[in-house]
């Protein structure tokens, strides 16, 4: 009877200690400023899965740019410029020892919407001696972008303390966009990857900054 109870006592003691060293965390909250760069701010948050291993990721991202503001890493002058975005991502740790530490794939796809308001000139027709010609006109433009996202990528994350985590990554991704923009505008914000109306492929790079609990 001792022999059985002083088993269960070290059995015990060593489901404890192992607890105790497996930090286990519901989900993360994680920032992701690089993005401040492109006049948008993103969030993501990371929800534990039942294997410890898995993880899902909700990413929402608003886009705001007034008058005064710089247009950064777009290389086409807009006015304003407001939207939204979503991503849903899955993650899966390969190496570490702790929950949510370690070499990482992540994988996933979203949408946003952005409106783009510009001052330029748009082609307008008119009629004269029946015949139909364009001219140039000045006017205030709303060009709205609905967008497609996919990518993937690796990382690596780790403890800054307790509950402070860091994360880098590296990876590629694909975007296609959507116009609705008034007739006699040609604008489509192209131009390279950062720009709100690409379309084609792209490098994922980064690091992140956050949160457990």
């Not at 006017?139 to 994360?167: C, E, P, W």
């Not at 923009?181 to 131009?191: A, D, I, L, V």
Request: proline share 2%.
């Amino acid at each position: 009877m001792n022999k059985l109870l002083t088993t269960i006592i070290v059995l015990c003691t060593f489901s404890l200690l192992g607890f105790a060293q497996e930090k286990s965390y519901r989900y993360m909250v994680m920032g992701v400023p690089q993005h401040i760069l492109n006049n948008s701010v993103r969030i993501e948050i990371d929800l534990a899965q039942k294997n410890s291993r898995k993880w899902l990721t909700l990413a929402p991202q608003l886009y705001y740019a007034g008058e005064d503001s710089n247009n950064n890493l777009s290389t086409q002058d807009y006015e304003s410029l407001k939207g939204a975005g979503l991503e849903l991502l899955s993650r899966t740790f390969l190496t570490g020892k702790n929950h949510g530490e370690g070499i990482y794939l992540s994988w996933g796809g979203g949408y946003r919407f952005v409106s783009i308001g510009i001052d330029d000139y748009i082609w307008k027709p008119y009629t004269e001696n029946g015949l139909t010609f364009y001219r140039q006109q000045q006017a205030k433009l709303n060009i709205n972008t609905h967008g497609l996202s996919g990518r993937v990528t690796a990382g690596y994350q780790f403890s800054l303390s307790d509950i402070m985590y860091a994360d880098i990554f590296v990876g590629f991704g694909i975007k296609y966009t959507l116009y609705d923009r008034p007739q006699g505008s040609y604008h489509t914000f192209n131009q390279n990857s950062f720009d709100y109306g690409y379309t084609g492929t792209l490098f994922v790079g980064g690091f992140r900054l956050g949160v457990a609990l």
